[in-house]
Every structure is written in C-alpha cells, then in structure tokens.
C-alpha cells in the first residue's frame, strides 16, 4: 500500500513539474519565472524525500538539508536584488488583472 501512495505523490510531483516549466516558459514577468523555479526546487526536494522513504534510506537527509538551504538563500537573494533593482510598477498586473 506504501509503494501505490509513494507512486501517486511521485506522479504528482512530476505533473506539478510540467506545470511549472510551462510557467517559465510562459511566464511574462520575472518574479513569475523565478517563483517557477522555486516550485520545481521544492518539488525536487518532495522527490527526494519520497524516494528516501521508498529506498528507506537516511542518506538523502544531508543532502535534502543543503539543497533547501541553498534554495531559500537564493531566494532571498533574488528577492534582494529585485528590491534594488526594479520599481513597484513592474510588479503591478495590467489593468484587467490577469496576466497575459
């Protein structure tokens, strides 16, 4: 039973990640493809975790540890330089309020 539910958040994940590479690909504005890429990070860390669990192995828990670490310190970053270098009118949606 363990292994269909560990399969299902695995095609999940994957489904999730089609999703979010079309969102970079597609995404108008910057901060819209960097969010991207924090989702297939944390997706890349949910794979690990699920297949940790499958392959009931502790040795992904250090490298889970530093690919998240360094995910939130690019993060941040990103979000420091976006701060400095673009103005509050670039993160605003078109008049409609969707996106394209």
């Not at 490298?63 to 509050?88: D, E, H, P, Q």
Request: glycine fraction near 4%; hydrophobic fraction near 55%; charge should be positive.
């Amino acid at each position: 039973m363990l292994n269909i539910t560990l399969t299902i958040c695995l095609a999940l994940l994957l489904i999730t990640m089609v999703f979010v590479i079309i969102r970079i690909i597609r995404g108008p504005r910057v901060l819209d493809r960097f969010m991207s890429i924090d989702a297939i990070a944390i997706c890349i860390i949910g794979t690990m975790i699920i297949l940790s669990i499958r392959w009931q192995t502790s040795y992904f828990i250090d490298l889970i540890l530093v690919f998240s670490l360094l995910n939130f310190i690019g993060f941040v970053a990103f979000a420091f330089y976006v701060n400095r270098t673009y103005s509050k009118e670039d993160f605003k949606l078109p008049k409609g309020g969707k996106h394209e």
